[in-house]
């Protein structure tokens, strides 16, 4: 102080546009590939950031921007996330883009036990691996924020994975290992889930801090992918509507084919009238069951052709673990041993044609955690997102009889209400 430095993480602290060696904005031809490539290269010692909503093809192309840089301009390419699993998923479409499992390398995982093609690296190999002439090196935020694995500023870039649930703190801690950063993820998912305790703001994700209280990234510090490759039309514009200012569009051309013959696509939701439920609901379950054994069999067509519906294609998402196990025991027992149930969180990633979400309590008295957990945007956004072409909210008519207390309690119900119409998921 009170010269503060120019590099990324002091970009991202100040919420500062990212800094180009040519002085120039960020490209934007609208080839997202191309146009992430281009501004990576023009960095000058900054960051980048990338929003990628659900179904937008954020690991897909950042795969693809990760192998140019690697095989074209020889870059040191390090990718850093909350998890082993996270930063493998990239690897494996980072080898699919045609990068050599030889020329990335992260340590081994003990949850695997056959590897993914890469290299796997011991403590003392990773200064040896770091001399190619362009590789990928990848780990959580211990590995990067260890001087003994990577020296100061030895990567070219080193790519956040999912920065919308990886916080400003460790952002921190392993911003020292690279020269440029790119985060990508969306902060309208879930947050990140954490057993440390950091003061605000640190507290939050990187990309959050980027965002800044908007729902999506402003132009002016990256890109939003605004395609949506998942999400038919219908369900999208409620998605978009929810969480995205209206910005996240179906790609039509994939996704507007879809069709489960007599079953309207969209968000709908099927009204289940209970008392009195808390974190189980056999009402829900019941009905949900009805709804899936009627569903069943019937013709679905997408870009593969033309099948019946299948077990494998319904997800029964609810926010409480009870509920999961109950609706679990009332699946089994019809003979719908396929279909999947869990809680959001299980969730996050996966998609099907058919999602239901069990809200469970029956009206704001009986809601464990508060009302505002229940209703929580990014949680409904995460949950209604993974359905490609139907998803159907199961709910008590009195969960919304209540007059919230404060304006935001207002605008989380209004967003809930304005989320589904009331209606049987059959047209």
Same mark, same amino acid.
């Given at each position: 102080?009170?010269?503060?430095?120019?590099?990324?993480?002091?970009?991202?602290?100040?919420?500062?546009?990212?800094?180009?060696?040519?002085?120039?904005?960020?490209?934007?031809?609208?080839?997202?590939?191309?146009?992430?490539?281009?501004?990576?290269?023009?960095?000058?010692?900054?960051?980048?950031?990338?929003?990628?909503?659900?179904?937008?093809?954020?690991?897909?192309?950042?795969?693809?921007?990760?192998?140019?840089?690697?095989?074209?301009?020889?870059?040191t390419v390090g990718v850093v996330a909350q998890s082993h699993a996270v930063v493998e998923n990239l690897f494996t479409d980072v080898m699919r883009a045609g990068v050599d499992g030889t020329r990335i390398?992260?340590?081994?995982?003990?949850?695997?036990?056959?590897?993914?093609?890469?290299?796997?690296?011991?403590?003392?190999?990773?200064?040896?691996?770091?001399?190619?002439?362009?590789?990928?090196?990848?780990?959580? /935020?211990?590995?990067?924020?260890?001087?003994?694995?990577?020296?100061?500023?030895?990567?070219?870039?080193?790519?956040?994975?999912?920065? %919308?649930?990886?916080?400003? /703190?460790?952002?921190?801690?392993?911003?020292?290992?690279?020269?440029?950063?790119?985060?990508?993820?969306?902060?309208?998912?879930? $947050?990140?889930?954490?057993?440390?305790?950091?003061?605000? $703001?640190?507290?939050?994700?990187?990309?959050?801090?980027?965002?800044?209280?908007?729902?999506?990234?402003?132009?002016?510090?990256?890109?939003?992918?605004?395609?949506?490759?998942?999400?038919?039309?219908?369900?999208?514009?409620?998605?978009?509507?929810?969480?995205?200012?209206?910005?996240?569009?179906?790609?039509?051309?994939?996704?507007?084919?879809?069709?489960?013959? %007599?079953? /309207?696509?969209?968000?709908?939701?099927?009204?289940?009238?209970?008392?009195?439920?808390?974190?189980?609901? $056999?009402?829900?379950?019941?009905?949900?069951?009805?709804?899936?054994?009627?569903?069943?069999?019937?013709?679905?067509?997408?870009?593969?052709?033309?099948?019946?519906?299948?077990?494998?294609?319904?997800?029964?998402?609810?926010?409480?673990?009870?509920?999961?196990?109950?609706?679990?025991?009332?699946?089994?027992?019809?003979?719908?041993?396929?279909?999947?149930?869990?809680?959001?969180?299980?969730?996050?990633?996966?998609?099907?044609?058919?999602?239901?979400?069990?809200?469970?309590?029956?009206?704001?008295?009986?809601?464990p955690r508060g009302i505002a957990f229940l209703l929580n945007r990014n949680r409904l956004n995460v949950a209604v997102s993974r359905a490609k072409y139907l998803a159907v909210i199961v709910r008590s008519?009195?969960?919304?009889?209540?007059?919230?207390?404060?304006?935001?309690?207002?605008?989380?119900?209004?967003?809930?209400?304005?989320?589904?119409?009331?209606?049987?998921?059959?047209?």
């Amino acid at each position: 102080l009170p010269n503060l430095p120019a590099d990324g993480l002091t970009d991202i602290l100040l919420r500062r546009p990212p800094r180009t060696r040519s002085g120039g904005p960020l490209p934007r031809t609208g080839d997202a590939v191309a146009d992430i490539t281009a501004a990576l290269l023009d960095l000058d010692s900054s960051y980048l950031a990338v929003h990628g909503p659900p179904g937008t093809g954020k690991t897909h192309t950042s795969a693809q921007v990760i192998a140019t840089l690697v095989g074209r301009h020889g870059w040191t390419v390090g990718v850093v996330a909350q998890s082993h699993a996270v930063v493998e998923n990239l690897f494996t479409d980072v080898m699919r883009a045609g990068v050599d499992g030889t020329r990335i390398g992260k340590k081994a995982h003990a949850a695997h036990a056959v590897a993914g093609g890469w290299t796997e690296l011991d403590r003392d190999d990773y200064a040896e691996f770091l001399c190619q002439d362009g590789c990928v090196v990848g780990g959580t /935020a211990w590995d990067f924020a260890n001087d003994n694995k990577f020296t100061l500023g030895c990567l070219d870039l080193l790519v956040i994975e999912e920065a %919308g649930q990886f916080s400003l /703190a460790n952002t921190v801690a392993v911003s020292r290992a690279a020269r440029n950063l790119l985060l990508l993820g969306d902060p309208q998912q879930l $947050p990140q889930v954490s057993q440390g305790t950091h003061p605000e $703001p640190v507290d939050g994700s990187a990309l959050g801090w980027l965002v800044d209280g908007h729902h999506t990234l402003p132009p002016e510090r990256g890109y939003f992918l605004d395609r949506s490759y998942r999400m038919h039309p219908d369900v999208c514009r409620a998605v978009s509507r929810l969480s995205y200012d209206g910005r996240l569009l179906s790609n039509e051309r994939v996704t507007a084919a879809r069709r489960l013959d %007599g079953v /309207a696509p969209g968000v709908r939701t099927l009204e289940v009238d209970h008392l009195g439920n808390a974190t189980e609901s $056999p009402e829900e379950a019941d009905a949900i069951v009805t709804a899936i054994t009627g569903l069943l069999a019937t013709s679905w067509t997408d870009e593969g052709g033309t099948r019946p519906l299948a077990q494998r294609d319904v997800l029964i998402v609810t926010p409480y673990n009870a509920q999961v196990v109950l609706v679990r025991r009332r699946l089994d027992a019809a003979g719908l041993t396929e279909v999947r149930a869990g809680t959001v969180d299980k969730f996050q990633g996966q998609q099907a044609p058919v999602v239901f979400v069990s809200m469970t309590a029956s009206s704001i008295d009986d809601v464990p955690r508060g009302i505002a957990f229940l209703l929580n945007r990014n949680r409904l956004n995460v949950a209604v997102s993974r359905a490609k072409y139907l998803a159907v909210i199961v709910r008590s008519q009195h969960l919304t009889d209540y007059l919230p207390g404060t304006p935001d309690g207002l605008v989380q119900l209004g967003a809930f209400l304005s989320l589904a119409t009331c209606d049987t998921p059959t047209e």
